[in-house]
Each structure stands twice: as C-alpha cells, then as structure tokens.
T-cell receptor
Framework: DTGVSQNPRHKITKRGQNVTFRCDPISEHNRLYWYRQTLGQGPEFLTYFQNEAQLEKSRLLSDRFSAERPKGSFSTLEIQRTEQGDSAMYLC?????????????FGSGTQLSVL | AQKVTQAQTEISVVEKEDVTLDCVYETRDTTYYLFWYKQPPSGELVFLIRRNSFDEQNEISGRYSWNFQKSTSSFNFTITASQVVDSAVYFCALSELGTFSGGYNKLIFGAGTRLAVHP
C-alpha cells in the first residue's frame, strides 16, 4: 500500500492559463474522489468516479473544470482559463467499495496558486 | 441540508493537557456516518475514526476518545495528555451517501479546528 499520490505538489500559474493535476490512487481501489480545500475551510466535494465512470459532479465544478479517469486507474483534473478564485488545495481520495460509507484515503494534495 | 459545525477555530494547549474538540452536525437522514480526520502540515488527511448513527457507544483508542451523542447531534473528540505531535488541523465530517451504485461516500466537512500543542 503506497498510498494516494498526487502531482505536482505545488503549481503556480498565471490567470487564463490551463493546468492539469494527476492523482494515482491506491492500486486496488475502484472509487476515486476529488475535493477542493480553500484556506481555513474543510475540503469540499467536487466529483466522484467509480472505475472509469464519472458518476457525480458538484455544482462547484464549472464548465472550465474537467476530470477523467481513463481505464479506471489514475485520474486527471484539468482547469481551463484559470481564475484567481481557483487558487486552492486540490485533494484526491480513493477507496474500495466494501460497505456504505467506506474509509477514504487522501493524497497530500496539489496546491494551486493563480496569479 | 446537511451541515457540520466546528465552532473552535483554534485551540492552544501545553503538552500533557487534555483537550476536547467539538463537532455538531445537522442531517435529516436516519442512517448516517460520522468521521474525524487529522491534517498535519504535510497536507494529507489521515483517517481517525468512523462511527455509524446506530452505535452511540463511546470509543477509546489510546490517548484518543470520542463521545457520540445523538440527542445533541454532537460527536466530540478528546485527546488525553496531548503531545506536540498532535499539533494539526482536525476535521469532523458527515457522510452523505451518493445515490449511485449502492451508495458511495461523499463527505461533508466542518471548517476544522487547528490544535497547537506547545512543549
């Protein structure tokens, strides 16, 4: 169990640029989640994948955001035309669907700063 | 709507003091789950405990204990004899079970309590 891995750890970009983050979940986990955490707040749900299918997207996820999980393995989160309000920590979590409300394992996150 | 409130933004204690972190939740569901996570400076959220709504027994794990009271919708967390390594942000969370595929785990987090333990 090598844990959930996220890259990069930090990303600084200029407003209007596109950015992409990657999440590698724990290998046998079929569920993958993206959360966003702003300073002084708890994480907020963004989207959920079961294997390769994206089954739910939060209304927080505007049309500038897109997430994929090809082949049900790693996942990417892309933000197009970044805005200063996108600055946040983006957290990925994975889990194995063994029961309702299973334990989520989180990565260390990607800290995005939009200048 | 589902909501989690952690009224204590920051707590500062001296090592070996006991400290209690408060968590109050709102939900209309009869079946739900509550969690506590720890977020050290490295950023990774570390799972501490999960409790379902039908189990009101208090739980103790080493220096950690949890008090679940359904009557007051609270799920408080106590650290006994705190240590410097306990310094972190602690989050209480409520699960909102997703509607697809038998229910997946969408967590609703409180704003967190930053605990600073000084030597």
């Amino acid at each position: 169990d090598t844990g959930v891995s996220q890259n990069p750890r930090h990303k600084i970009t200029k407003r209007g640029q596109n950015v992409t983050f990657r999440c590698d979940p724990i290998s046998e986990h079929n569920r993958l989640y993206w959360y966003r955490q702003t300073l002084g707040q708890g994480p907020e749900f963004l989207t959920y994948f079961q294997n390769e299918a994206q089954l739910e997207k939060s209304r927080l996820l505007s049309d500038r955001f897109s997430a994929e999980r090809p082949k049900g393995s790693f996942s990417t989160l892309e933000i197009q035309r970044t805005e200063q309000g996108d600055s946040a920590m983006y957290l990925c979590a994975s889990s194995l669907a063994t029961s309702p409300s299973e334990k989520l394992f989180f990565g260390s996150g990607t800290q995005l700063s939009v200048l | 709507a589902q909501k989690v409130t952690q009224a204590q933004t920051e707590i500062s204690v001296v090592e070996k003091e006991d400290v209690t972190l408060d968590c109050v939740y709102e939900t209309r569901d009869t079946t739900y789950y509550l969690f506590w996570y720890k977020q050290p400076p490295s950023g990774e959220l570390v799972f501490l405990i999960r409790r379902n709504s039908f189990d009101e027994q208090n739980e103790i794990s080493g220096r950690y204990s949890w008090n679940f009271q359904k009557s007051t919708s609270s799920f408080n967390f106590t650290i006994t004899a705190s240590q410097v390594v306990d310094s972190a942000v602690y989050f209480c969370a409520l699960s909102e079970l997703g509607t697809f595929s038998g229910g997946y785990n969408k967590l609703i987090f409180g704003a967190g309590t930053r605990l600073a333990v000084h030597p």
